[in-house]
Nanobody, 119 residues
Framework: QVQLVESGGGLVQAGDSLRLSCAAS????????MGWFRQAPGKGREFVAH????????SYADSVKGRFTISRDGAKNTVYLQMNSLKPEDTAVYYC????????????WGQGTQVTVSS
């Protein structure tokens, strides 16, 4: 059974940093793209960043480029999202997701972790 468990969310002030973690278990993820999405109150879920588990190639939404960094630790089966220079508009529930490389949508989702940035 695949599980994605996020942690690391919290309440911070604008300009602060947070690191989110996503512990993945239940299968090997070498042919998966691991991603972070977020959903702000009253808005749809949006893409934040992703990383190809094996290749390490990354992609970011324009809104977070230069501020957020996605990475993975194969030994720990964990994906990270380092978030710097946080802004109030980054406030959202952040979700970890795993998408098989040939799938158009994520196959697995975590339960989400709340990030709140005060001004």
């Amino acid at each position: 059974q695949v599980q994605l468990v996020e942690s690391g969310g919290g309440l911070v002030q604008a300009g602060d940093s947070l690191r989110l973690s996503c512990a993945a278990s239940g299968r090997t993820f070498s042919n998966y793209v691991m991603g972070w999405f977020r959903q702000a109150p009253g808005k749809g879920r949006e893409f934040v960043a992703h990383i190809h588990w094996s290749r390490g190639s990354t992609s970011y939404a324009d809104s977070v480029k230069g501020r957020f960094t996605i990475s993975r630790d194969g030994a720990k089966n964990t994906v990270y999202l380092q978030m710097n220079s946080l802004k109030p508009e980054d406030t959202a529930v952040y979700y970890c997701a795993a998408r098989f490389v040939t799938s158009s949508e994520p196959n697995y989702w975590g339960q989400g972790t709340q990030v709140t940035v005060s001004s």
